[in-house]
């Protein structure tokens, strides 16, 4: 998965260690929140990630990169030298949706919606966006569930 990358075109991020790095389209900047029950628990609270469509490249680290299906709709990546969760990406569609903390900056970032708010514990409250979804509108919106 490793090429060339034009850095005008593509944000770099990286893991922990800086053993994985890799890319997404600059025009990435839409942060989303999911309480999933999985997200929380792969975080250790929402999952705060940044939606890349088709387009991650994995640029150097692609054997430290490991995968494993977290659900019937979706498989999660993580470095396997420091444990820095990297993305999850829906089977149905091909979507990733890489961890936003992998990033020193995401010129123009807006946070732009929660997702699975019905898994939501009482315990916190996110501010900021105005779009919540339950996780039957967010399978809707992926054409899975």
């Keep these: 998965m490793s090429e060339a990358i034009d850095s005008a075109d593509r944000l770099h991020g990286h893991c922990l260690c800086g053993g994985v790095t ?18 929380r628990r792969w975080h250790g609270g929402p999952a705060m990630v940044l939606p890349a469509g088709g387009d991650l490249r994995i640029e ?8 494993f299906a977290s659900s019937d709709w979706a498989e999660r990546a993580f470095c396997g030298a420091c444990g820095s969760s990297l993305f999850f990406r829906t089977t149905g569609d091909g979507q990733y949706y890489v961890a936003a903390g992998l990033f020193d900056a995401i010129p123009g970032a807006r ?7 019905d898994a939501k514990p009482e315990w916190y409250a996110l501010d900021g966006p105005d779009e919540h979804l339950t996780g039957e509108a967010f399978f809707a919106r992926i054409g899975a569930g």
């Design 22 to 39: 890799l890319s997404v389209p600059a025009t990435a900047h839409d942060v989303h929140a999911c309480h999933c029950g999985a997200c």
């Design 60 to 67: 150097t680290g692609d054997a430290l990169v490991r995968r």
């Design 111 to 117: 946070f732009e919606s929660e997702i699975f708010i």
